[in-house]
């Protein structure tokens, strides 16, 4: 009965979608840099709408479906007026997606449908990144091999998921579970986004300042996003990961070098120092 009336309600979400938004705003990542806590910060928020679920996966896992699919996820026009009146101020609707930014077909994907949104980056140091997204995917029981076993074998793991990846129907795991250096190396996948959209539709946020400053960020944001203040009266820390263990000095050492030039670039491109080693 639950799952009827849910097909039923989605349904009736999918009629009625040309009369919904398309999301203002995207978390396009990076995975494991606090995307999660962000994104529901923000949706604590009066002055945002939230979708239907937290990750709609539209561009990168479900490009296969209508866009009315992708659209049904999101509230109507009229609801944002409707909640502009109880506020007095602009609400919008949003999502988060922390694939789409190591996804590379999503923002050729996004152009191709005249997509237009602000995108919003988390980035963490990538040594750390790596490690805790490792101690996840060991958490789901989708690892066995041991940390430097596994950064040993990602290169044999990803070969050839980028081709596959042209076919909107390949779900790409190796690519999602085992990207533990690629995906921390940021400058080249911001690099193929401002290829597509202008640099001014980003907002690229240091995910250390966000665990270590939650309430400032959050406003920064929120500027960004073009509404109100959304200052909340705590700050949970959301889908944390801690690792079991402290990470061998070797190994902090071997990636602290390996991601080093990466870095740097990543630097250049956006004209600050982020402050990683």
């Given at each position: 009965m639950k799952k009827s009336l849910k097909r039923g309600r989605f349904l009736w979400r999918l009629t009625t979608a040309p009369l919904r938004c398309e999301p203002h705003f995207i978390i396009i990542g990076a995975n494991k840099c606090g995307t999660t806590s962000l994104s529901r910060y923000l949706v604590a928020s009066p002055h945002v709408e939230?979708?239907?679920?937290?990750?709609?996966?539209?561009?990168?896992?479900?490009?296969?479906r209508t866009t009315a699919w992708h659209k049904a996820h999101f509230p109507t026009r009229a609801r944002l007026r409707h909640r502009e009146v109880q506020t007095g101020s602009t609400c919008i609707t949003g999502t988060s997606a922390p694939y789409y930014l190591f996804h590379p077909e999503v923002p050729g994907r996004m152009v191709a449908q005249g997509f237009a949104a602000n995108f919003i980056v988390l980035l963490r140091n990538p040594v750390e990144r790596a490690f805790s997204h490792y101690h996840h995917q060991v958490k789901k029981g989708r690892e066995d091999l041991s940390f430097e076993k596994a950064l040993d074998r990602e290169a044999q793991r990803l070969e050839g998921e980028e081709e596959r990846l042209r076919n909107p129907r390949y779900r790409g795991m190796n690519h999602r579970r085992y990207s533990y250096l690629a995906r921390g190396r940021y400058?080249?996948?911001?690099?193929?986004?401002?290829?597509y959209f202008p640099r001014?539709?980003?907002l690229v946020v240091k995910s250390e300042d966000l665990f270590a400053n939650p309430g400032p960020v959050l406003e920064k944001?929120?500027?960004f996003v073009g509404i109100r203040g959304a200052r909340l009266e705590q700050y949970p820390i959301y889908n944390a990961n801690p690792a079991k263990g402290p990470m061998d000095p070797a190994t902090r050492r071997w990636l602290s070098e390996y991601f080093r030039p990466h870095n740097q670039e990543l630097y250049d491109l956006l004209g600050m120092d982020l402050g990683w080693d």
């Open positions: 939230p979708a239907l679920r937290q990750e709609v996966h539209y561009f990168d896992l479900n490009f296969f400058a080249e996948q911001l690099r193929k986004w401002l290829t001014e539709r980003f944001v929120a500027r």
